[in-house]
């Protein structure tokens, strides 16, 4: 079992940018893949970047080039660095650890909400 506990969260305007924290109560490099998700208001929950152990990467095509994800092994931390906000960017967003190297998740964090607005 682990816990995650995401930080970082908070309102900004649009263009701007925030860093997003995960720190794992176990070490995460038992796990073959670490995530965030994303839910907005209304909406359902989606993909939003996957990181596996190898330190492979990707994105949802909606952040891809804006979003960047990295993890420290050592500090058993992920981060999500997501630059040139958009509104719709607005969400609560949720670290997740994968046993798997696909977007399935096994483990969610509470989440960390996230507003772009002027």
């Known amino acids: 079992q682990v816990q995650l506990v995401e930080s970082g969260g908070g309102l900004v305007q649009p263009g701007g940018s925030l860093r997003l924290s995960c720190a794992a109560s176990?070490?995460?490099?038992?796990?073959?893949?670490m995530g965030w998700y994303r839910q907005a208001p209304g909406k359902e929950r989606e993909f939003v970047a996957l990181?596996?152990?190898?330190?492979?990467?990707n994105y949802a095509d909606s952040v891809k080039g804006r979003f960047t994800i990295s993890r420290d092994n050592a500090k058993n931390t992920v981060y999500l660095q997501m630059n040139s906000l958009k509104p719709e960017d607005t969400a609560v967003y949720y670290c997740?650890?994968?046993?798997?190297?696909?977007?399935?998740?096994?483990?969610w964090g509470k989440g960390t909400l996230v507003t772009v607005s002027s």
């Open positions: 176990g070490s995460i490099f038992s796990f073959n893949a």
């Open positions: 990181i596996t152990s190898g330190g492979r990467s």
């Open positions: 997740t650890a994968h046993r798997g190297y696909d977007r399935r998740a096994d483990y």
